[in-house]
């Protein structure tokens, strides 16, 4: 079993940046796909951006492209760099892992996944 922990939420201005971070136990990651996924009150939960195994694919939403940068270390760890966040960035961030080498932007495509932690961000 995986267990997957996110953290670096928080309160931030609008134009700022927050670094999230997904730490993995229980077994490696290293040949697994990750992603980060996201859910804003009252709406479902959104792709935000996803790596592959060996940290030389990516995908982002178009949302967060040019602002978001997903990175990994091959290993048990991923990290999403935020950059000029705004309003409509807040929501509860989710880290996700796949039994799968390959990268998805559907949430269907992961089989593990954390608790979340929330961003907010105020204008």
């Known amino acids: 079993q995986v267990q997957l922990v996110e953290s670096g939420g928080g309160l931030v201005q609008a134009g700022g940046s927050l670094r999230l971070s997904c730490a993995a136990s229980g077994r490696t990651l290293s040949r697994s796909a990750m992603g980060w996924f996201r859910q804003a009150p009252g709406k479902e939960r959104d792709f935000v951006a996803a790596?592959?195994?060996?940290?030389?694919?990516t995908d982002y939403a178009d949302s967060v492209k040019g602002r978001f940068t997903i990175s990994r270390d091959n290993k048990n760890t991923m990290d999403l760099q935020m950059n000029n966040l705004k309003p409509e960035d807040t929501a509860v961030y989710y880290c996700?892992?796949?039994?799968?080498?390959?990268?998805?932007?559907?949430?269907?495509?992961?089989?593990?996944w954390g608790q979340g932690t929330q961003v907010t961000v105020s204008s």
């Open positions: 790596i592959n195994w060996s940290g030389r694919s």
């Open positions: 996700a892992a796949s039994a799968s080498v390959y990268l998805s932007s559907k949430d269907y495509g992961y089989d593990y």
